[in-house]
């Protein structure tokens, strides 16, 4: 998929997108410096369970709209439920390939509708 | 950075996601005028790349955790109007795939880290006066500009979540959507982001910027140069 348009692409290009992919490959870091640090959630980013935990209620909009949308691959994981920390590794670095190449694609997409010039 | 669904309240999200569409239209016209095709290879990897950097998490050791969002760069490199659309689709299909970041705040969000981030990264940049040849001056203005549009990032956001309890509470004055009010929320987002994720912003910005002054100064938007007429 990260290949469109290759063959229009400069050297220079094709080797920002082999830097890309590298770091879609080390993207588990993510994962592994605030396990290490134990760092848990962004601040605001919390479960509505855990806000219950913080300060004893849930919210009734937060209630209410929290499970409003059920993504397709939940905080870049195919399993929450799996404690192996080598496989969550390997479902973030799909999750990133993934995610960086549909981002790639419909960017170009877009960008061609937008872009249209006299050539 | 990502505010999830359940913590703005409707008068927070609506208003915002309002003002997230208008931009996007001017900034259709923008980029239309501004960006010249050659250059869509690196609207596409833009995108991308602000979508992995996002990736990388960060820790306040035993605190909370966070990460550049990469918009700085994208704005200096392309402009914050091409800027604005990459950032916009890396978050929306973090949220649409990944639930990262909530569906009713995809507006407040991208207005944020798309909308805001990038035009105070931009002129931050701009204000530094900085020439191509005058390097080491690039790269502290890239370094700041990075450093300051995220700090001032997370201190907007802040401020959405900030305002929930006074403008949203049950009768018996319990929250309805984000429980902490400006006196925590500010503080918290501001010395997270001042001490650590905004000094990431900063250096990979500036790193950046020097890649490609090296290797296609020609590119950076935030020198004039890029555009359809060169």
Same mark, same amino acid.
């Given at each position: 998929?990260? $290949?469109?348009? &290759?063959g229009?692409m400069?050297?220079?290009?094709k080797?920002?997108?082999?830097i890309?992919?590298?770091l879609?490959?080390?993207?588990? %870091?993510g994962?592994f410096?605030?396990?290490?640090?134990?760092a848990?959630?962004a601040?605001?980013e919390?479960s509505?369970?855990?806000?219950?935990d913080?300060?004893?209620?849930?919210?009734?909009?937060? &209630?209410?709209y929290s499970?409003?949308?059920?993504?397709?691959?939940p905080?870049?994981?195919?399993?929450?439920d799996d404690?192996s =920390?080598?496989?969550q590794?390997?479902?973030?670095?799909?999750?990133g390939?993934?995610? /960086?190449?549909?981002t790639?694609?419909?960017?170009?997409?877009i960008s061609?509708?937008?872009?249209?010039? @006299? &050539? | 950075?990502?505010?999830?669904d359940?913590?703005? $309240?409707p008068q927070?999200y609506i208003?915002?996601? !309002?003002?997230f569409?208008?931009?996007?239209?001017i900034?259709?016209?923008?980029? *239309?005028?501004?960006?010249?095709?050659?250059n869509i290879?690196?609207?596409?990897?833009a995108?991308?790349f $602000?979508f992995?950097?996002?990736?990388?998490?960060?820790?306040?050791?035993?605190?909370?955790?966070?990460?550049?969002?990469?918009s700085a760069?994208?704005?200096?490199?392309?402009?914050?109007w091409?800027?604005? =659309?990459?950032?916009s689709?890396?978050?929306?299909?973090?949220a649409?795939?990944?639930g990262?970041?909530? %569906?009713?705040a995809?507006g407040?969000?991208?207005?944020?880290?798309?909308v805001f981030?990038p035009?105070?990264a931009?002129?931050?940049?701009?204000?530094? !006066? /900085? *020439?191509?040849?005058?390097? $080491?001056r690039?790269?502290i203005?890239?370094?700041v500009?990075g450093?300051?549009?995220l700090v001032m990032?997370?201190?907007?956001?802040?401020v @959405?979540?900030g %305002?929930?309890?006074?403008?949203a509470s049950?009768p018996d004055?319990k929250a309805?959507?984000c429980?902490y009010?400006?006196?925590i929320? %500010?503080?918290?987002?501001?010395?997270?982001?001042?001490?650590?994720?905004?000094?990431? @912003?900063?250096?990979i910005?500036?790193m950046?910027? *020097?890649y490609?002054?090296?290797n296609?100064s020609?590119?950076?938007?935030?020198? !004039?140069? !890029?555009?359809k007429?060169?």
């Open positions: 998929m990260l $290949s469109v348009k &290759e229009k400069t050297k220079f290009q080797k920002l997108l082999f890309l992919l590298g879609c490959i080390i993207t588990p %870091i994962i410096i605030p396990m290490f640090f134990d848990g959630d601040w605001g919390w509505a369970e855990t806000v219950k913080l300060i004893g209620y849930t919210p009734a909009g937060l &209630e209410k499970d409003v949308w059920n993504a397709p691959i905080d870049y994981t195919m399993n929450v404690t =920390v080598v496989h590794s390997g479902y973030y670095i799909v999750s390939i993934v995610g /960086a190449s549909l790639y694609v419909v960017m170009l997409l061609k509708l937008i872009v249209r010039d @006299e &050539e | 950075m990502h505010i999830p359940g913590y703005l $309240s927070t208003p915002l996601m !309002g003002v569409v208008a931009a996007t239209a900034a259709v016209k923008k980029v *239309r005028k501004d960006v010249s095709a050659r290879p690196y609207l596409g990897m995108a991308a $602000s992995i950097i996002m990736m990388f998490n960060l820790p306040i050791p035993g605190g909370t955790t966070g990460h550049a969002v990469g760069v994208i704005a200096i490199l392309l402009g914050p091409a800027a604005m =659309v990459a950032v689709v890396a978050l929306i299909i973090q649409l795939i990944f990262d970041g909530g %569906i009713t995809i407040a969000n991208c207005f944020n880290m798309a981030m035009f105070v931009y002129y931050t940049f701009k204000l530094f !006066g /900085a *020439r191509p040849a005058a390097k $080491s690039v790269f203005a890239a370094f500009s450093y300051l549009s990032t997370a201190v907007l956001t802040a @959405e979540f %305002i929930q309890p006074m403008i049950a004055g309805l959507y429980p009010d400006l006196s929320a %500010i503080p918290a987002m501001a010395i997270e982001h001042l001490v650590l994720f905004g000094i990431v @912003e900063g250096v910005t500036a950046i910027v *020097r490609f002054l090296k296609e020609g590119l950076i938007y935030a020198f !004039g140069k !890029g555009g007429n060169d």
